[in-house]
Structures are given as structure tokens and as C-alpha cells.
């Protein structure tokens, strides 16, 4: 069973940058077949797409995030990781990462809560 | 990008009623269309692909259908169980996926 574990701070301060790591158990990143993708949601609201990576490293991005994000992938770690610069309020959220079958989030992790705070 | 929308926001229903939820898409997006179930405090689950079929394990009270702009989500007899948020989710403009508001299914 494939299984997601997001994991990072909690609390961010603004103008800083939140990382974000994502460990994936059940299934090789490097195997291909899927991308592995970033969603987060605000406190009592919808979800929002920030971006996906594919083993070989071939990255997309949200527009509306694309200056301020980066995913990276390991897989020596069977991990994918997440940075968002410059972050603000708006950032606040929970995080999730998922595997992404042809645009479908089939699996997700349990999500990791970010503050932006000072 | 595509813009998803929903209704109801909300809805109340009894147990054992039928549940149906619209999502439209902005521009024509085929097919490439998802429904999620989202639990309080949980992630979302993927129940619903490519508008209309089933994924592994999901009840069969749950359905999907649609084309083009318009799509519909129906539980035939609503369980206490399915309490929750359901989102859609458009996949045709790869790789600008965008969801739906989402709509508050209650008892």
C-alpha cells in the first residue's frame, strides 16, 4: 500500500521560507508512472494545487505560486520536498503531498500544518 | 486556468435520501473530471474519475456523470458515514488542475 508522510515546521515567520518534505513508502519514485504533487488548504477552505515533480526531476508549476515555489526529488530517499520563499499570512495552511495518476490524487498523505507567524 | 464551480455550498439531508451536487467547469474539459470526499480533519479521498468511474473500494451508492461543462455527483441513500465535503477537480488543462469550492454534505 502506497503510503505519504508530509513533515516540517510548524511555524514560519514571514518573508521566510517554508520546506517541506514529503517521504513516500510502498512504491519507488524512481520507477516513474506518476508525478508526485504538493496541494494545500487553507483553514476552512478549498484546496489548491501548488505543483508536481516526476522522478526524472520534470517539474509543473501553479502560475499563481510558480516565482516562489521549487519541488525537488530524491530518490536515494524516495522523497520529494517542497520550498515556498518569501512566505506571508496567506501561506498558512495545511500541506499535503499525493501521488498524481494522469492529473487524479489517488493517494495522499495525512497533511502537515504551516503557520506563517511571527 | 479553468474555474470549477459548485451547488449547493451546502446541503442538509436525512439518511437514506438522494444526494446530488453540480460542479461546472468554465471552459469544456471533456471527461477530466474528479470528485474527492473530504472528512473533518482528514485528507481527501479520490472517489469519483474521469467523471464517472468508481474508484476501487468505493461504495456503489456513490455515482458520477457529466460532459463537456456540466456534471453531476449523486449518493442514492445517504449513510451517516458520508458526511464531509465533496470537491471536483478538473484535470484536462494539465498541468493547471483547479478544484471545485467544494459543498458541505450534512445530516
Known amino acids: 500500500q502506497v503510503q505519504l508522510q508530509e513533515s516540517g515546521p510548524g511555524l514560519v515567520k514571514p518573508s521566510q521560507t517554508l520546506s517541506l518534505s514529503c517521504n513516500v513508502s510502498?512504491?519507488?519514485?524512481?520507477?516513474?508512472?506518476?508525478?508526485w504533487a504538493w496541494i494545500r488548504q487553507p483553514a476552512g477552505k478549498g484546496l489548491e494545487w501548488i505543483g508536481r515533480?516526476?522522478?526524472?526531476?520534470?517539474?509543473n508549476y501553479n502560475p499563481s505560486l510558480k516565482s516562489r515555489v521549487t519541488i525537488f526529488v530524491d530518490t536515494s530517499t524516495n522523497q520529494i520536498s517542497l520550498r515556498l520563499t518569501s512566505v506571508t499570512a496567506a501561506d498558512t495552511a495545511v500541506y499535503y503531498c499525493?501521488?498524481?495518476?494522469?492529473?487524479?490524487?489517488?493517494?495522499w498523505g495525512q497533511g502537515t500544518l504551516v503557520a506563517v507567524s511571527s | 486556468d479553468i474555474q470549477m464551480t459548485q451547488s449547493p455550498s451546502s446541503l442538509s439531508a436525512s439518511v437514506g435520501d438522494r444526494v446530488t451536487i453540480t460542479c461546472q467547469a468554465s471552459?469544456?474539459?471533456?471527461?477530466?473530471l474528479n470528485w474527492y470526499q473530504q472528512k473533518p480533519g482528514k485528507a481527501p479521498k479520490l472517489l469519483i474519475s474521469?467523471?464517472?468511474k468508481l474508484e476501487t473500494g468505493v461504495p456503489s451508492r456513490f455515482s458520477g456523470r457529466g460532459y463537456g461543462t456540466d456534471f453531476t455527483f449523486t449518493i442514492s441513500s445517504l449513510q451517516p458515514e458520508d458526511v464531509g465535503i465533496y470537491y471536483c477537480?478538473?484535470?484536462?488543462?494539465?498541468?493547471?488542475?483547479?478544484f471545485g469550492p467544494g459543498t458541505i454534505v450534512d445530516l
Open positions: 477537480q478538473q484535470y484536462d488543462h494539465i498541468p493547471r488542475f483547479t
Open positions: 515533480i516526476y522522478s526524472n526531476g520534470h517539474t
Open positions: 471552459e469544456e474539459i471533456n471527461n477530466y
Open positions: 510502498g512504491y519507488s519514485i524512481s520507477s516513474g508512472n506518476f508525478y
Open positions: 499525493a501521488r498524481d495518476v494522469v492529473g487524479s490524487f489517488d493517494f
Open positions: 474521469d467523471a464517472s
